[in-house]
């Protein structure tokens, strides 16, 4: 039986499981990306998140579990997009599914996104689905681009 992939909008409640999510030592590392404390983390999501009128932020369940995110915003000109899901809902295709509905209601293009490059699953996930490296800035965070 393959597990039920949806994406819904984010609810308050779910911020809490976000933010364990955010400060598993493991994701933390292959995300090259450091954990806020809990009040700024939660500030953050609240204010720049939640609270970014363009932004359009999904949760992520798999069968009826919230596993984690994807969140596209403007920086700039640019649409960014961004995801997390928790360690336990890693290598069992998941990532793959819930981009592939993610971009079927993100029209915007083109999309950006910067993971580590040391990320591979991350970098493999965006590749799977169309992202190719535009640049290649200092430091370890490529940024690849979708066009269609």
């Not at 995801?83 to 793959?96: D, K, M, N, S």
Request: net charge neutral; charged share 25%; with cysteine.
């Amino acid at each position: 039986m393959s597990d039920e992939v949806r994406l819904r909008d984010v609810v308050e409640a779910d911020l809490e499981t976000f933010f364990q999510q955010a400060c598993d030592p493991e994701a933390v590392r292959r995300a090259e990306f450091p954990a806020r404390e809990r009040d700024a983390f939660m500030t953050h999501w609240r204010t720049k998140v939640m609270g970014d009128t363009t932004g359009f932020v999904q949760a992520v369940t798999v069968n009826g579990e919230l596993a984690g995110n994807i969140v596209a915003w403007w920086a700039g000109e640019q649409r960014f997009l961004g995801y997390w899901l928790g360690r336990q809902f890693w290598g069992r295709g998941i990532g793959t599914r819930a981009l592939g509905l993610f971009l079927q209601a993100e029209r915007n293009r083109p999309l950006f996104a910067d993971p580590y490059r040391g990320n591979t699953a991350s970098v493999r996930l965006l590749e799977k689905h169309g992202f190719r490296v535009i640049r290649q800035e200092s430091g370890e965070h490529p940024v690849y681009r979708l066009d269609a």
